[in-house]
Each structure stands twice: as structure tokens, then as C-alpha cells.
């Protein structure tokens, strides 16, 4: 017996979907971030004390992508399949407004 919601199971996986796109679209500049830092941790005698902040940027940028996509995760195992795959099959009969 599907699992009755009262919020929509499909516009919840549709915002994943776009948030999605948008911290893909965040995750490339970081990417390029990481690649400068990286670089600037091979500049020849360059001391720990700074050394270490390049280290700690790019600890906190594989930090941070990993806690993205874990969250969007979170969201989209938290959306009842049942429930999803109900909403999908009453939706090919088309969306109707509430009037209330």
C-alpha cells in the first residue's frame, strides 16, 4: 500500500534535481581552486606556517563538496519511492490545481 503524503514527492526530487545542477555548477571553480593550491604548495622553500593554509584550504574544499552532495543525498533518500512512483503514475493523467 503506497505511503500518502501530503507534499509533493515529485517537486521535492525535481528541486534536488536543480540543486544539483547548481552545486555541480559550484563544485567546478573549486575544483580549479584546488589545482591552484596544489600548485602553490610546490613554490620552493615555501615555510609550513603558510604551507599548512593551502592544506587547510583544500581539506576544507573536499570537506565541503563531500557535505553537498552527502546533504543531496539525504534529500533524495528521505522522498518515500512508493510515494514518488504513485505521484509519477497520477501525473500522466496530467497535474490539476488545487481550488483550495
Request: glycine share 2%.
Given at each position: 500500500?503506497p505511503?500518502?503524503?501530503?507534499?509533493?514527492?515529485?517537486?521535492?526530487?525535481?528541486?534536488?534535481?536543480?540543486?544539483?545542477?547548481?552545486?555541480?555548477a559550484?563544485?567546478e571553480?573549486?575544483?580549479?581552486?584546488?589545482?591552484?593550491?596544489?600548485?602553490?604548495?610546490?613554490?620552493?622553500?615555501?615555510?609550513?606556517?603558510?604551507?599548512?593554509?593551502?592544506?587547510?584550504?583544500?581539506?576544507?574544499?573536499?570537506?565541503?563538496?563531500?557535505?553537498?552532495?552527502?546533504?543531496?543525498?539525504?534529500?533524495?533518500?528521505?522522498?518515500?519511492?512508493?510515494?514518488?512512483?504513485?505521484?509519477?503514475?497520477?501525473?500522466?493523467?496530467?497535474?490539476?490545481?488545487?481550488?483550495?
Open positions: 500500500m505511503i500518502n503524503i501530503k507534499w509533493s514527492a515529485v517537486r521535492v526530487m525535481e528541486a534536488a534535481d536543480m540543486l544539483e545542477k547548481q552545486i555541480n559550484a563544485i571553480p573549486l575544483e580549479c581552486a584546488k589545482e591552484v593550491a596544489r600548485a602553490a604548495l610546490e613554490i620552493p622553500d615555501i615555510p609550513g606556517y603558510v604551507d599548512q593554509h593551502f592544506h587547510a584550504v583544500l581539506w576544507n574544499i573536499e570537506k565541503a563538496v563531500r557535505r553537498l552532495r552527502d546533504n543531496l543525498q539525504s534529500i533524495r533518500d528521505s522522498v518515500p519511492r512508493d510515494a514518488l512512483e504513485a505521484e509519477k503514475k497520477k501525473n500522466t493523467y496530467g497535474r490539476q490545481q488545487s481550488l483550495v
